[in-house]
């Protein structure tokens, strides 16, 4: 069972560079979510998923875009990588409302922009 | 809008100790739902525990335990005889109940248990 796998783990980018997080979980699961983690301060919700075709904001989206083009697949998306986008990034999924469960995490993202 | 707050930055421990982390939350919602996440050195997030509004019984498993208390809305993490594996960083999260991946989670506290 691979779960949440996300790619790739580790990732140095230049100011002003693009590129895309990948999310694929193997679980049919309805929803999926993004997060960063950054020192002291948790983990915050980017965008969100509850299923394919369906995103909305979470509570820091700036700088972010995502899609849902299939259950499997949640890309994260940044547009112009800034220095204040240096994180860790972890995508979840979980079952739909009707099985409300924990959300299971991938592996996480460690991005620094340079 | 809903907050979660863990007033312990970081608790340091020597081994066989008991030692509680205090998680605090702020929701609207009568439904809800609370977990706490162990992140190890490694740095996954591995889930510990879930738990509904409506259920204020408290959880046991081995070591762990969990008090939630609606009253304060307080859901507490103790560990008893704390070992050095339990070193980690800890999470409390919130959902609301309709859409379960929108977690709101507290700062985290770093436990350092000392052998």
């Known amino acids: 069972n691979a779960g949440v796998t996300q790619t790739p783990k580790f990732q140095v980018l230049k100011t002003g560079q693009s590129m895309t997080l990948q999310c694929a979980q193997d679980?049919?699961?309805?929803?999926m979510s993004w997060y960063r983690q950054d020192p002291g301060m948790g983990l915050r919700l980017i965008h969100y998923?509850?299923?394919?075709?369906?995103?909305d904001q979470g509570e820091v989206p700036n700088g972010y875009n995502v899609s849902r083009s299939t259950t499997e697949d949640f890309p994260l998306r940044l547009l112009s990588a800034a220095p204040s986008q240096t994180s860790v990034y972890f995508c979840?999924?979980?079952?739909?409302?009707?099985?409300?469960?924990?959300?299971?995490f991938g592996q996480g993202t460690r991005l620094t922009v340079v | 809008a809903q907050k979660v707050t863990q007033a312990q930055t970081e608790i340091s421990v020597v081994e066989k100790e008991d030692v509680t982390l205090d998680c605090v939350y702020e929701?609207?919602?009568?439904?809800?739902?609370l977990f706490w996440y162990k992140q190890p050195p490694s740095g996954e997030l591995v889930f510990l525990i879930r738990?509904?509004?409506?259920?204020?019984q408290n959880e046991i498993s081995g070591r762990y335990s969990w008090n939630f208390q609606k009253s304060t809305s307080s859901f507490n993490f103790t560990i008893t005889a704390s070992q050095v594996v339990d070193s980690a960083v800890y999470f409390c999260?919130?959902?609301?109940?309709?859409?379960?991946?929108?977690?709101?989670f507290g700062a985290g506290t770093i436990l350092r248990v000392k052998s």
């Open positions: 979840a999924s979980s079952p739909g409302t009707a099985m409300n469960t924990e959300a299971f």
């Open positions: 679980m049919n699961h309805e929803y």
């Open positions: 998923s509850v299923g394919a075709g369906i995103t």
């Open positions: 929701t609207r919602d009568t439904t809800y739902y």
């Open positions: 738990r509904n509004s409506f259920d204020e």
């Open positions: 999260a919130l959902s609301e109940a309709r859409y379960g991946n929108k977690l709101v």
